[in-house]
Nanobody, 124 residues
Framework: QVQLVESGGGLVQAGGSLRLSCAASERTFSMYNVDWFRQAPGKEREFVAAIMWSGGSTSYADSVKGRFTISRDNAKKTVYLQMNSLKPEDTAVYYC?????????????????WGKGTLVTVSS
């Protein structure tokens, strides 16, 4: 079982930046792909970004391309999501999720383990 804990959420003004972290206390964490998803009130959970277990491949939703960057440090068992040029529509609870798959997944059903989420609020 991979235990994931998100942190770094908070309140930020539009145009600002936040860096989210997803930490795991599991030796085999480096073998898992990790995705970030987000869910705003009344809306479906949506894909944000993904990174391969090796860190060599990444994927982003069109809505965040050029603004968000996903990275990982397997030695620290942590995945990061750097969010720049934040917009009010980025406001949501952000979740990290892990899965052991051959290719990157962009749907929540493809992920085996989930964190509890961290709230990001972007004010106008």
């Amino acid at each position: 079982q991979v235990q994931l804990v998100e942190s770094g959420g908070g309140l930020v003004q539009a145009g600002g930046s936040l860096r989210l972290s997803c930490a795991a206390s599991e030796r085999t964490f480096s073998m898992y792909n990790v995705d970030w998803f987000r869910q705003a009130p009344g809306k479906e959970r949506e894909f944000v970004a993904a990174i391969m277990w090796s860190g060599g491949s990444t994927s982003y939703a069109d809505s965040v391309k050029g603004r968000f960057t996903i990275s990982r440090d397997n030695a620290k068992k942590t995945v990061y999501l750097q969010m720049n040029s934040l917009k009010p529509e980025d406001t949501a609870v952000y979740y990290c999720a892990a899965g052991r798959t051959a290719v990157l997944k962009t749907d929540p059903s493809g992920m085996a383990y989930w964190g509890k989420g961290t709230l990001v609020t972007v004010s106008s």
